[in-house]
């Protein structure tokens, strides 16, 4: 078990207290997201997700940021607003943070320090730079909607690239894998 994971302090949308180990025991999927963003319409897969495996023991963290062209702009508030309204969603939303920078969360600070490397970076990347966009650090979170995969236990096994979807086989394969061990 990953303390230092599971001990991270967080808030919740709502203004709660809350940190990871309050999950202790599931498979997580936690992923920075913004309401602006090209990718946004991933929320939809991100909830269908979500509710066809949560009796499972998983969950999917939404943590909103506005690090990547001020694509997160609202107050939480609105961000439930706007995620309820034009996505349903029922995932847990934690408080806008930052992901990326000095001023970034221990949360992704643990998150990128574990798994430096995404799976399907590549092509994302690549993208980016088409439109004159490059991280200056390879293992900073590259855009929004980058996805870290939780064990049971704490350990984060997988990171996946932004356009990585929640029904690309890679991803589902992690997941499921991580499903069928036991707590």
Same mark, same amino acid.
């Given at each position: 078990?990953n303390n230092s994971l599971y001990d991270?302090?967080?808030?919740?949308?709502?203004?709660?207290?809350?940190?990871?180990?309050?999950?202790q025991g599931k498979v997580l999927l936690?992923?920075?997201?913004?309401?602006? $963003?090209?990718?946004?319409? =991933?929320?939809?897969?991100?909830?269908?997700?979500? =509710?066809?495996?949560?009796?499972?023991?998983?969950?999917?963290? &939404?943590?909103?940021?506005?690090?990547?062209?001020? =694509?997160?702009?609202?107050?939480?508030?609105?961000?439930?607003?706007? $995620?309820?309204?034009?996505?349903?969603?029922?995932?847990?939303l934690f408080s806008k943070i930052s992901?990326?920078?000095?001023?970034?969360?221990?949360?992704?600070?643990?998150?990128? &320090?574990? *798994?430096?490397?995404?799976? &399907?970076?590549?092509?994302?990347?690549?993208?980016?730079?088409?439109? &004159?966009?490059?991280?200056?650090?390879?293992?900073?979170?590259?855009?929004?909607?980058?996805?870290?995969?939780?064990?049971?236990?704490?350990?984060?096994?997988?990171?996946?690239?932004?356009?990585?979807?929640?029904?690309?086989?890679?991803? #589902?394969?992690?997941?499921?894998? *991580? #499903?069928?061990?036991?707590?």
């Open positions: 078990m991270i302090p967080l808030k919740k949308n709502d203004g709660s207290a809350s940190r990871l180990g309050d999950y936690v992923v920075n997201v913004a309401s602006k $963003c090209g990718l946004t319409p =991933q929320y939809e897969g991100l909830e269908k997700l979500y =509710q066809s495996k949560k009796d499972q023991g998983f969950e999917v963290l &939404g943590f909103p940021a506005n690090n990547f062209r001020e =694509q997160e702009p609202g107050s939480d508030a609105e961000i439930v607003e706007f $995620c309820s309204v034009n996505y349903d969603v029922h995932f847990p992901v990326v920078g000095a001023d970034q969360h221990p949360l992704y600070t643990q998150l990128t &320090g574990s *798994q430096p490397e995404a799976i &399907g970076d590549g092509p994302f990347r690549e993208r980016l730079k088409g439109y &004159g966009i490059e991280s200056a650090n390879t293992t900073d979170v590259l855009w929004n909607f980058e996805k870290f995969l939780i064990d049971r236990h704490g350990a984060v096994v997988a990171r996946f690239a932004p356009d990585v979807t929640a029904d690309d086989p890679r991803l #589902l394969d992690a997941i499921n894998t *991580q #499903l069928a061990k036991e707590a």
